[in-house]
């Protein structure tokens, strides 16, 4: 059981460029979220999904899409890379939503770097 | 909005002491709040869960408290160990999840 799986680990890019960050859970969860975390700053939500097929942006969405085409995968795509975009970016996943009280699980990060 | 906010920033202690972490947050109607540890280069590993109605929850040397009413919690941890080491962060429910900026703790053998 390998829980939330993030690839890749680490990640330099350039201005302009544009990548994908993989996410993928195998205890077969309906929730998934993807986090952003600043030095010295708490988490903040980026995007997130209730199941496959629906996603729904959170507090910091500009600059990124995700796709939820399967329960297992939520995968965050960055288009045109800023610095503003350097950062360390968490995905997770629960059975239910928060309000349940279900254990949110969370990947190990990824840190991009954006030059 | 909600906000939440840990006090203290760091905190750094002798082995053996008993300690409390502080977390306030100002829109007092949420689901729950939960503890997590963050290790450094790691991901977050949820410590402890308080549903609104809830007053505390406990998990060996660790004992969480929620006053929904004034908008705090603390996490108290009981004969801290070296081990204990790491950064915990707080993090209220309502609708999505809010995040503190976190406590980072030291513990010195």
């Known amino acids: 059981n390998a829980g939330v799986t993030q690839t890749p680990k680490f990640r330099i890019l350039k201005i302009g460029q544009s990548m994908t960050l993989q996410c993928t859970q195998d205890?077969?969860?309906?929730?998934m979220y993807w986090y952003r975390q600043d030095p010295g700053m708490g988490l903040k939500l980026i995007y997130y999904?209730?199941?496959?097929?629906?996603?729904d942006k959170g507090e910091v969405p500009n600059g990124y899409n995700v796709s939820r085409s399967t329960t297992e995968d939520f995968p965050l795509r960055l288009e045109l890379a800023a610095p503003s975009q350097t950062s360390v970016y968490f995905c997770?996943?629960?059975?239910?939503?928060?309000?349940?009280?279900?254990?949110?699980?969370f990947g190990e990060g990824s840190w991009l770097t954006v030059v | 909005k909600q906000e939440v906010t840990q006090i203290p920033a760091a905190l750094s202690v002798p082995e053996g002491e008993n300690l409390v972490l502080n977390c306030s947050f100002t829109d007092s109607a949420i689901y729950n709040l939960q503890w997590f540890r963050q290790d450094p280069g790691k991901g977050l590993t949820s410590l402890l869960l308080i549903q609104s109605s809830q007053r505390e929850q406990t998990s060996g040397r660790l004992n969480a408290s929620l006053d929904k009413s004034s908008g705090r919690s603390t996490l108290y941890i009981a004969a801290s160990q070296p081990g204990d080491s790491a950064t915990y962060l707080c993090?209220?429910?309502?609708?999505?999840?809010?995040f503190g900026a976190g406590t980072r703790l030291t513990v010195k053998p």
């Open positions: 205890m077969n969860h309906n929730y």
């Open positions: 999904s209730v199941g496959a097929g629906i996603t």
């Open positions: 997770a996943s629960s059975y239910e939503g928060g309000s349940s009280g279900n254990t949110i699980y």
């Open positions: 993090a209220v429910n309502n609708n999505d999840m809010r």
